[in-house]
């Protein structure tokens, strides 16, 4: 059987947007974020985190600090009573400082290595799935597996509606204040709403 998911990124989507997240204290989930991923659930949606993590390429922190905030991510979303199904993020950069991380990856966002992995690992049915960012690289994603885009005001989202919007080629299919009205959407437009 053929899952249907949406993809979150993590910055500026699930948590605040600092820049680089290059310490636990500076991790700090949004507001609703819980409840949006809970109803996903509820409504048989795999929930899959798709995130671009440079800064271990750019040498600012160590691949372990990343895998530390994932677990504070899922351990908040846990006393929730939800959680994530899957984290897959990209570490490299082509212009990277650290050597062992410079390259020029299928996986880094908007190219499509990180859903094709999770399409492989769960049995998911792109067509079914979405994808929520506050990016139109998280657009482009989208666009780039056959899935819908939906575009959240939280983090970079209104300088990206404000100033990206109006040149770029392709248009979310949604544009939400924050995940959980892109939840509420993603619901209704996958008529599961009954």
């Not at 948590?15 to 507001?31: A, K, Q, S, T, W």
């Not at 530390?68 to 991510?73: A, G, P, R, S």
């Not at 050597?99 to 067509?127: E, H, M, V």
Request: net charge positive; proline share 6%.
């Amino acid at each position: 059987m053929e899952h249907r998911a949406v993809f979150l990124d993590r910055d500026g989507t699930v948590n605040e947007e600092m820049g680089y997240i290059n310490h636990p204290d500076r991790f700090v989930l949004l507001p609703r974020v819980p409840e949006a991923i809970k109803f996903l659930k509820e409504h048989g949606f795999k929930v899959i985190l798709v995130t671009n993590q440079a800064g271990v390429a750019r040498g600012y922190f160590p691949e372990s600090l990343v895998k530390e905030i994932h677990q504070m991510l899922q351990d908040a979303l846990k006393k929730h009573d939800t959680c994530l199904d899957a984290i897959y993020y990209c570490p490299h950069h082509p212009q990277a400082d650290v050597a062992a991380y410079r390259k020029s990856c299928p996986c880094r966002k908007p190219k499509p290595g990180l859903i094709y992995k999770a399409q492989a690992d769960f049995n998911i049915d792109l067509t079914q799935s979405y994808v929520v960012g506050d990016r139109f690289k998280d657009i482009e994603l989208a666009h780039n597996v056959g899935a819908k885009g939906v575009l959240v005001l939280t983090g970079y989202g209104k300088g990206e509606l404000k100033y990206i919007a109006p040149v770029h080629p392709l248009k979310p299919h949604f544009i939400a204040s924050d995940l959980y009205e892109a939840a509420k959407w993603i619901i209704k437009d996958a008529r599961l709403d009954h």
